[in-house]
């Protein structure tokens, strides 16, 4: 029986569909009366992160969990119950979705869980996605469809976005197959490109033009802040924007093709496959590849 933590959001959500029909599955949800939309075969069970109570009863029978750190978790000792409960539940492996560059960036809270992990006795994988193509549809949908713009603060900076359907078959992978314990994976996508490339192919694939527009680090912020956007959002956005600004967040690994067996898909494969998310109501349709 294999937990999904975060089946409600976007990499759970991905994560449940792949091990669909391949492994009993156990659906971690805060509200297990909720997620009607959730078109997954599999139990579903009450878990918070911040209520230890509900632990046991999501572990019970479980052998393996896919575990992420939910964004408004930023202390790594947070995890030390969940852990502690894995073991005594007798979980044998855990799929932790990290973060890219991870093992270099200590201040980042991924580092910090990653090493409670490896510390806790279970057999651990770590999952260490580059930045994941959907933050197209969820950070920056409206301001393509709606002013046909691409706004952030990466100057030409490149990035290896990855598609998050491609990280959760990696992580059915590691779940479900031998081999992977003790490991951990950089999960980039097949190439580096730019927001200028990104402007691009959008321009191609929504039926209208799309415009890279490079806001200074201070404008982008007090941009957020006007908007009423919260400040962990911003300040994490930020960090991401200035890595990519810097080069950090450019380069490919060959972690994502070996697990899979396949390509990881291109962005424009990705943006072409859903750009009715882009389009104007009205407007004219795109390309096709
Ligand atoms: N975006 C990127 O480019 C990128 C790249 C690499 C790594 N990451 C990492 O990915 C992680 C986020 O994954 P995601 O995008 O799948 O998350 P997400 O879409 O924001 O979803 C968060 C999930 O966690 C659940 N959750 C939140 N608080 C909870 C609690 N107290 N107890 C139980 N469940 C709770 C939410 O459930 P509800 O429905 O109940 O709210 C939801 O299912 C972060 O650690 C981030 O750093 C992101």
Redesign the pocket.
Known sequence: MILV????????RAVARSLDGRAPLRL????PGGAADLAVRGERVR????DPASFGPALSGVTGVYL??????ARPAAFEPLLAAMRAAGVRRVAF????GAESIPLLP?RGIERRIEGSGLAWTHLR????MQ?FETVHRADIRDRGELWAPAGGGRASWVDVRDVAEAAARVLTEEGHAYRAYALTGPEALGFEDAARLFSAHVGHEVCYRRPSLPRYLWHQHRARRPAAFALVMAG?YTAQRLGLAAGTTPDLPRLIGRAPGSLERYIAGCSHQWRKPGGPAGATV
């Open positions: 933590t975060g089946s409600t959001g976007l990499t759970g971690a949800l805060r509200n878990f918070d992160f911040d992420l750190r939910p964004p408004a978790m979705l990290s973060v890219r991924h996605p580059s930045d994941f933050n991401i």
